[in-house]
């Protein structure tokens, strides 16, 4: 089954979400990587948040980069999605293992560490990117994306984030979902939607059972849900031989004529896909020789 993002209101309008199933996307992200478990649970639950808030970008030249700096063992975590929430990422130190929690969950929270900022930066395809960060809450990454939007937006959201990996470290599911009241909210749906929400569990508790659309359906029973969009999205990498060659004119000519002098091929590695683009020391001089014209 393909990765969905669906889009809606519910509550007569008082309140707007978005969902994702990402499993797909969370598992390609986990081949590409060769993660453990624990960076698969955290680059995925940021690939995963990351894909909902491009997805809320409406030029298509849009992004959304998303990036957690926590101090800990995993080191950095780097997530970017496009305006059609397809989303790409890496991490620091994809190999780190630390003890389960007490309640035999993941410790992504240790792993992320909670002594660092989530970074934001939303490119909306025209003029200077809008940047905004936040100290970490837990490093458990939903709650401090949720912290994200109360203080650098204003909004009031809810976010779950869940990644299940299997015996054989493979993701058995993934998804999450974003809730914002809208302004006018009285405090009565306030009060029934924490409710909900509470009982509502784990993401992953509910698609290993059902779409995200089902489950969103049963979270918001009865309150006048509308699915107003509902999409494929997928991990998708941006990188092209052109863009690398790019960077590397980027570099200066010095430093590109010590390359070619060497006499061996030069390898550049994306880090989002770990495609390898090889140059010869003559298309390194080649590259200079076109810029010059």
């Not at 979400?17 to 478990?37: D, G, K, Y």
């Amino acid at each position: 089954m393909a990765d969905l993002l669906i889009r809606g209101m519910a509550a007569h309008g008082m309140v707007r979400f978005v969902a994702e199933q990402s499993t797909n996307m969370v598992e390609r992200m986990r081949t590409i990587h060769r993660t453990l478990p624990l960076a698969t649970a955290a680059l995925g639950r940021t690939l995963t948040a990351c894909s909902m808030m491009g997805d809320d970008i409406k030029n298509d030249n849009g992004s959304v980069t998303l990036q957690i700096r926590g101090g800990g063992p995993l080191g950095s975590i780097t997530a970017v999605a496009d305006a059609h929430g397809n989303a790409r990422g890496y991490l620091q130190n994809p190999a780190v293992e630390l003890p389960l929690r007490p309640d035999g969950k993941l410790d992504v929270g240790g792993g992320v560490g909670a002594d660092g900022v989530l970074t934001v930066l939303r490119d909306m395809g025209e003029g200077e990117p809008f940047s905004g960060r936040v100290e970490l809450q837990s490093g458990e990454i939903a709650e401090d994306v949720a912290a994200y939007f109360a203080v650098s937006e204003q909004v009031p959201t809810v976010c779950a984030l869940g990644v299940l990996v299997g015996r054989d470290q493979s993701v058995t599911c993934a998804g999450g979902f974003m809730i914002q009241l809208m302004p006018g909210a009285d405090d009565e749906l306030i009060t029934e939607l924490e409710k909900r929400i509470a009982a509502f569990g784990s993401v992953t508790g509910h698609l290993q059972k059902q779409s995200i659309e089902q489950a969103m359906a049963a979270l918001f029973d009865g309150m006048d849900v509308e699915v107003l969009d509902r999409h494929p999205v997928a991990y998708e990498c941006k990188c092209s031989r052109g863009k690398v060659e790019q960077a590397l004119l980027s570099m200066g000519r010095d430093e590109l004529l010590k390359l070619a002098d060497s006499g061996e091929d030069t390898h550049v590695t994306c880090q989002f896909c770990d495609a390898d683009y090889a140059f010869t020391p003559e298309e390194l001089r080649a590259l200079l020789s076109n810029q010059k014209n």
